[in-house]
């Protein structure tokens, strides 16, 4: 377990909560945004804190900005269909990969292996989730068999897969700087 104390915990789940406000919101006129990072938060999210409330208002967090971005953002509606629904079961698959990992110890080079080997994988999987259901139930595709429009979302995953990557890394990398700081004042004294 990554997180020993509630306070901790809440530092940890209300940074998760930051980065998502700060990441997912892209108002349309924007020229400058960062990659969202909604899947590295919903795995860091399993990683770190594994309860199932952490998730929910996680969940409920990013429907709300949706909601917000498209209510008063000036940001397209287009993929709020009867597929949006999907986005719960790819966010658990995210979250689900995370808490598995919590078992690992986080800082010897065979953990950093599975911890990425499962992030790739639920990252994978959270992406032909969200884009088969899609696909499915968003009735925008009729005209385009499976194989075309696995062609057209394709470009989209090495964006997600290095969003995943790049946010859950420096997290992971912080974490190991927040480590480091008791043993070098130890050696100091």
Known sequence: MFVNNS???????????????????????STFALPDASWAVFFLAGLYLHN????????????????????????????????YGFLIPTYAALWGAGKWCARFRPFRLSAMAGITVALIGATTLAFLISNASFYLFSGRFAELDWLRYGLNVAHYYPEYLGSALLYTGFALGLHGLLALKPRLRSRQA
Do not use: K, N
């Open 7 to 29: 306070s901790t915990t809440r530092g940890v789940l209300w940074g998760l909560v930051g980065v998502m406000a700060a990441t997912r919101f892209h108002h349309a006129d």
């Open 52 to 83: 199932a409330r952490a998730f929910l208002l996680l969940l409920a967090e990013a429907f709300l900005i949706d909601y917000l971005a498209i209510r008063y953002g000036g940001v397209s509606g287009w993929c709020v269909t009867p597929a």
